[in-house]
């Protein structure tokens, strides 16, 4: 058998069906769940320490397409050597995940904006293969 | 003289056919592509390895092959048939997953659901191809891209097509900086690629990154009970990563543990793959189909995106759909490189890991369906 007369034969339609809704039902409703998780969170933090807390709507910065992201530091300069010294042990060129690491391990409270500021001010270039090093 | 006939009669030159070479030529490139290119060389060196074992000829009856009982090789190829070498990997896989990009995004999570659809679409190509339900959910699942849960799921359904469905798998896995680009660009507008994601600054509480594991094994066990095998270590691996009370643990999960099942599982996947199994037109019709998977699964994921785009206010980048298939970090960094070439400013990495991560969870769920449905 093959062809339409296979799948009709096997059920083929109803398991591809049945399969696709049951993945997207699923990771939808995990998705959902972890979209209210810190809200659940810290709603039972207040209601632990028996404040009232009013909700503050979680505000989402506009999409830039085209507009470079703001500059978030304000002492160019003196802040590279301080990054700088921070990726010493990793290395000549390193990946962004790496960069990543060490400013977050480095208490930095933006590490995203902080290195696409990095890179459009040009400290950081590009090495090839993803790997990006500071400029010489 | 008659002794040293008899010895003749029982070495591998003798009892050789074209059948071996051609597999050994084949294990021979894996292990090329491998070291030379650094193509996948965690997996592909282990099985190229296997595959030139597997196919040295030798006498049968004295429990030496890995189909013979009583052989090392056999006792080594049990964690593969039982499914127990992917569930260790999936233990050191969690242990190793950083789930603070999708917690942060919520919304990719639908991406990595929307990539397994190249699952079902594979299972009706294979069935009206010809092959049997049980054989066609195993071609499947290479849709997942995800290696373990294809090798879990054919030892289930059919353990004899483990070898070309795991060496389709991984080889697929392998290539995706060049399966993935084209369709990618094809599927969405240079405008759509320059979209850039908006960074949303909350910092992931410990609250949540250990409460994610254990509504996540719950809520996915639950829907697919048969996917325990798989989402349970993976989601305990997490777990003990993120509660920090044992990282002597999770690093010997990490480290380790997930290292051994690798050697074992690639070495003993690829001894398993000898010459008179794997050359058959069937081999063909499922690396055939296991193309047509990635394809779908990557442009299914893409256009998802797109969809959403025609509801939402803040579009998302189309290109993170092609990082909807569980191929980790793989195609996360395909699709953060194609973002690149379009504006080297534009960072998709982080939300790229945030699908990835959300493509190995969906294509256990699938693993888990597709053998309730069949066993």
């Known amino acids: ?136 | 003289m008659e002794l040293f006939l008899q010895f003749i009669s029982n070495t591998g030159f003798f009892l050789t056919d074209y059948r071996y070479l051609i597999m050994m030529a084949v294990g021979c490139t894996f292990v090329y592509l491998a070291i030379a290119k650094e193509y996948e060389p965690l997996l592909l060196l282990p099985i190229g390895f296997g595959v030139i074992i597997g196919n040295i000829p030798f006498f049968k009856g004295f429990g030496l092959g890995i189909y013979e009982s009583n052989s090392v090789l056999h006792y080594l190829y049990f964690g593969v048939t039982s499914g127990l070498y992917p569930s260790i990997v999936f233990l050191g896989l969690g242990a190793m997953t950083d789930f603070s990009s999708l917690l942060i995004r919520p919304k990719l999570m639908l991406l990595g659901a929307a990539a397994q659809m190249g699952i079902y679409f594979t299972l009706l190509s294979a069935l009206a191809l010809g092959f049997m339900p049980k054989e066609a959910g195993s071609i499947a699942i290479i849709g997942g891209a995800d290696g373990p849960t294809s090798i879990f799921l054919t030892a289930k359904l059919a353990p004899h097509l483990i070898g070309p469905v795991a060496i389709a798998a991984y080889s697929y896995m392998a290539l995706i900086p060049i399966i993935q680009p084209p369709i990618m660009r094809l599927l969405t507008t240079k405008e759509e690629r320059l979209i850039r994601m908006p960074d949303v600054e909350r910092t992931v509480s410990r609250k949540e990154l250990l409460l994610f594991p254990v509504i996540g094994v719950v809520l996915c066990c639950y829907l697919a009970p048969a996917s325990i095998p798989l989402l349970g270590p993976f989601f305990f691996g997490n777990l003990m990563k993120v509660s920090g009370v044992v990282d002597r643990l999770a690093k010997t999960a990490a480290s380790s543990i997930i290292d051994t099942a690798t050697i074992f599982l690639g070495f003993t996947v690829g001894a398993s793959t000898q010459g008179d199994v794997f050359l058959t037109p069937k081999s063909v019709g499922i690396f055939f189909l296991g193309a047509i998977a990635f394809s779908i699964a990557t442009a299914s994921g893409v256009l998802f995106a797109k969809l959403m785009n025609l509801f939402m206010k803040n579009k998302i980048n189309p290109l993170l759909g092609a990082a909807g298939v569980s191929a980790v970090p793989g195609s996360a960094r395909e699709v953060h490189l194609v973002g690149q070439k379009e504006d080297p400013s534009n960072y998709l990495l982080m939300h790229a890991m945030a699908c990835n991560s959300s493509g190995v969870i969906g294509s256990a769920i699938c693993a888990g369906i597709l053998w309730s449905f069949l066993v």
């Open chain 1, 1 to 136: 058998m093959y062809g339409l007369e296979a799948i009709n034969a096997h059920n083929g339609w109803a398991m591809a069906l049945t399969g696709a809704i049951i993945v997207m039902t699923g990771l939808t409703v995990l998705a959902t769940i972890i979209s209210q998780l810190h809200r659940i969170i810290g709603f039972m933090e207040n209601c632990k320490s028996g404040k009232a807390e009013t909700e503050t709507p979680r505000v989402e910065p506009p999409v830039m397409e085209t507009q470079p992201a703001a500059t978030v530091l304000s002492d160019p300069g003196s802040c590279v050597d301080r990054f700088h010294l921070m990726t010493t042990d990793a290395g000549e060129t390193f990946d962004l995940t790496t960069l990543h690491q060490i400013f977050t391990q480095n208490d930095d409270p933006h590490p995203h904006l902080t290195i696409r500021s990095l890179r459009e001010q040009g400290y950081l270039v590009s090495a090839g293969e993803g790997r990006f090093s500071w400029k010489p």
